[in-house]
């Protein structure tokens, strides 16, 4: 099994063997090119001493030009290197004793002008005199040129080795990178509800252990998505189920009304009124999962925002507690968008309707129109603000989630299930628009639908 995971070409061991192998040739290529220009740029003899060395030639060259051989000898002791001025024989001019090493490196005497070695050591090098003679000067170790040669060496060394593994690092990290960006894509994707991701088809590595992450995370995507289409089925089939025994108590119940006293009635009432509570509610999950399921067929048409509004409002005053008010304002009417109009009333309603009831009795509710171009289309806003205590900030997305109510114990004691806001949301979707909430600066919440004017066309 080990064996067989090593040798595939696309398995993660291998192209890190391959990146890793790349580093280490790479590294001792271009130190090799270094050390090669290295020697050529700073192992030759160093101008100054060059210089020094001409200045030896011209003054050797005089005695030779007077004769003086033992002028030369005492000017040989004289200087600072270790120096002969040898015939065309290679046997030194003067008397002085050579030593048997300095005789015997005779052999491997050097040009002014040539590379040395990049080792430490006393090289001959050797210069034409007048008459056939030379000069022979041993370089002392102390100014070989390998000395600074060396350090340059270790640098750049240490210098290639680490652009190298940062270059190399930076390729493969992007490598890597590349298929986990997509993942977080598509799980950030999935995690909205968008379960049509497929990651095999968009990924595409070359690493066959991301390939084999890609195809695990759309089969869990796969799952998912028949996990959630069976749940919506199952609250959609028993929504549905649910309808028929209701009616039937509505019958009962009327038919109940009939028989009873005075006393009896008021239960009958009480009765009355909690099946109309159920079938309210079964109404709104079974609304919510046609539109869910986009299983509504929208009705486009041009329809008088302001109109619609309006005519929601003066619905809405007449439920108005305490000291609530609604005002109204409107940029321009009549206010003419393609849209359809049920749900844009349905929308508007249950705004009207969370305002009046989570704002509190002194509730000040406004609504405005107004038009705005996003991203060069025309689109018409409608917001409903209020002045009561808003949404906890970090809650304000899960308001439109299905079965949200937040703070339950307040919330229960006014009628609602927590499918307005989605139903708003989808039905929006529905219509092309956009939905959402924000908490005022001054205060109370803020939603905005943005409709779009006339993209839809008229069916
Ligand atoms: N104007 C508002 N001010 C404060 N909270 C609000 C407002 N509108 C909505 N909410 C919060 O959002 C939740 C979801 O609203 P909604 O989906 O319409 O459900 P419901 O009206 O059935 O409670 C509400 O339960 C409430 O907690
Ligand atoms: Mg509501």
New binding site residues.
Partial sequence: MKNQFLLKSDSLVFQLFGYMSTVLILILVLQAIAEHALIRVMLGVPQEIKNELYQLVDEANSFIDKNDISGLEEWEESQPYYIFVLNNLNKPLTSRQMHPHFEFKLKFLREIDEILDNKVNKPLIGMGLRNGNKLIVQLPSQKHPAHRYLLFFSISKVIIAVLTLLIVSYILAKNLQNPLNRLREASRRLACGDFSVNVVSELKSKTREFNDLASDFDHMADQISQLSGRQRQLIRDVSHELRTPLARQNIAIHLLRAQVDEKGEQIVDRLEAQVDEMNKMVGEILEFSRLENARYEANFKWVDLGGVISMQIEQARRQLVGAQVIDFNLERSPCFVVTDERLFVRCID?LL???M???GTNASISVRTLDITRQGKAFTRVQVS?N????PQEKIEE?FTPF????SSR?KA?S???????IAKESVLLLGGTIIAENLITG??S?EIDLPQSEISVL
């Fill in positions: 249950n309707s969370n305002a009831k989570y704002a209020d009561g205590p808003g949404v308001i949200t109510r937040l703070d919330a006014r609602g299930y927590g499918l307005g806001l989605s109370g919440l939603i």
